[in-house]
């Protein structure tokens, strides 16, 4: 690579790190858990994961340690936004899309101190994972820039300074993902910030996958139907209260042909609190009609 082009690229990683380390935390007592980055006057953006309960400490780069509060929670979209004093702590900047082959700077406050920046290429984009609650998250950021252990929440940014994802996690090989800060996140960090926490919906049951369901309806002489198994129902669910039971195989809901675990989340995530939904289960040979009621409380 020509000298003028690692100049080039030395000027951007120490761009990036100047406009935006001063607005990373690390969050979590003693070296933390995970990374924030400040979004607002006394707001703080963070994933969901990193948090333990409502209230944490969070770090900031010139060394304060503050307590905070959660704001706003979406759990299944492991995002959360925390209340503290973020003194003179900027806002970040958020940029536009990118595109895979772009470059871009991972900014994380490491746990034994000091900022870190690294770069990287955007290797993919619209990449899916599995949020703390195991629904599935569409739209990510798959990136190359190195981060060390508990970056979660720490910035992605791109050649102007502007931070294009949060940094979840590491998939292995020396890849990333990270949530794009788009619109949508960008409406969901404002709700959040408001106390305005995502609800959504919660069946209470533990799910197979299709496979299961089929291997477990062949040793039991059934015939070979799609869907997801109920391995489990939780007490004092709504599942528990429309009468599902171990054993059930879901097919169909609000409509929609379940075949995998994804399918049943998708036709869950049009779904509101205190609204119903209608499923169709196998129980042994026969099938039936099953019509759940979610509480109009957050689950």
Known sequence: ?????????????????????????????????GCGVVVGENLVATNAHNLRDHTTTVTFADGRHVQAEVAGLDLDGDLAVLRADTGDAPAVAFGGDVTTGDVVFAVAQAAA?????????????????????????RGSIEHSAPLPRGSSGSPLVDGQGQVV??????????????????????????????????RRVVLGVGLAS?????????????PVRDGVLVRAVEADSPAAAAGLAEGDLIVAAGGREVVEVDDLYDALEAIEPGDTIELTVVRGTDERSVTVQFPDVEA
Do not use: K, N
Request: net charge positive; glycine share 16%.
């Open 113 to 137: 101190g000091g900022p870190r920046v690294s770069f990287g290429l955007v290797s993919g984009t619209q990449r899916a994972f599995r949020g703390p609650r195991g629904r599935r998250i």
């Open 165 to 198: 994802g949060l940094s979840t996690h590491r998939i292995g090989d020396g890849f990333y993902l990270a949530l794009p800060t788009d619109d949508d996140l960008r409406a969901r960090v404002e709700a959040l910030s408001e106390g305005r926490s995502r």
């Open 1 to 33: 690579m020509p000298s003028t082009a690692l100049e080039a690229l030395s000027e951007a990683a120490r761009a990036a790190l100047e406009h935006v380390s001063p607005s990373v935390t690390r969050i979590g007592r003693g070296g933390g858990r």
């Open 210 to 222: 299709a496979g299961v369901a089929r291997r477990l309806q062949r040793s039991l002489g059934l």
